[in-house]
C-alpha cells in the first residue's frame, strides 16, 4: 500500500491572467507526482525498460475544485487504486496548506509493448507489485 506526496510552492510562472494557477499546470503537477512515485519503485520501472515496456498514459480526468495562486504550498499525493487486465488507475489529490482539495484527479495508464506498439497485459511481477502498492481512494482523504 502507497500513496506518494510531493510538496510544492505556486510560483508566479504558474499563473495565468486571472492570478491564479493555469488549468495545464495541474498537469504538471500530477506528472511530478507520478515521477515521484515511481522513483520510489525503481526496480518495477527497470524491470518494465529491460523486457521492452513502458507504462502510457491513455486518458486523464480531472476535477478542478479550487483556484490556487501565488504562494500557495500544495501537497500532491499520488497512488495506483485499481489495476485491471490492461490498464491501471492512478488517483491524484492537490490539496492547499490549508486543507483545502485544490484538484483531483484519476489518471489510466496501459502496459506498453514497445516492440509491438500495443498494449499488453499486466501480468506477473508487474502485476503483483502495482497490486500490492494499490490504495482505496478513502486513504486519500485519511492523510
Known amino acids: 500500500?502507497?500513496?506518494?506526496?510531493?510538496?510544492?510552492?505556486?510560483?508566479?510562472?504558474?499563473?495565468d491572467g486571472y492570478g491564479h494557477v493555469n488549468n495545464a499546470r495541474y498537469l504538471e503537477f500530477m506528472e511530478e507526482g507520478r515521477w515521484a512515485f515511481?522513483?520510489?519503485?525503481?526496480?518495477?520501472?527497470?524491470?518494465?525498460?529491460?523486457?521492452?515496456q513502458?507504462?502510457?498514459v491513455?486518458?486523464?480526468?480531472?476535477?478542478?475544485?479550487?483556484?490556487?495562486?501565488?504562494g500557495d504550498d500544495l501537497r500532491v499525493s499520488t497512488g495506483i487504486v485499481e489495476v485491471g487486465e490492461r490498464s491501471a488507475i492512478c488517483h491524484h489529490r492537490i490539496v492547499r496548506q490549508d486543507g483545502t482539495l485544490v484538484a483531483q484527479a484519476d489518471l489510466t495508464f496501459v502496459l506498453l509493448?514497445?516492440?509491438?506498439?500495443?498494449?499488453?497485459?499486466?501480468?506477473?511481477?508487474?502485476?503483483?507489485v502495482l497490486k500490492r502498492l494499490?490504495?482505496?481512494?478513502e486513504a486519500f482523504s485519511a492523510q
Open 1 to 15: 500500500m502507497s500513496i506518494t506526496n510531493v510538496g510544492l510552492r505556486v510560483r508566479g510562472y504558474h499563473l
Open 54 to 56: 513502458a507504462f502510457v
Open 134 to 137: 494499490a490504495v482505496t481512494k
Open 38 to 52: 515511481f522513483d520510489e519503485h525503481p526496480r518495477l520501472i527497470k524491470q518494465l525498460h529491460q523486457g521492452g
Open 58 to 70: 491513455v486518458n486523464l480526468n480531472i476535477d478542478y475544485r479550487a483556484a490556487a495562486v501565488q
Open 113 to 128: 509493448d514497445m516492440q509491438a506498439n500495443k498494449a499488453a497485459a499486466i501480468e506477473g511481477d508487474v502485476r503483483e
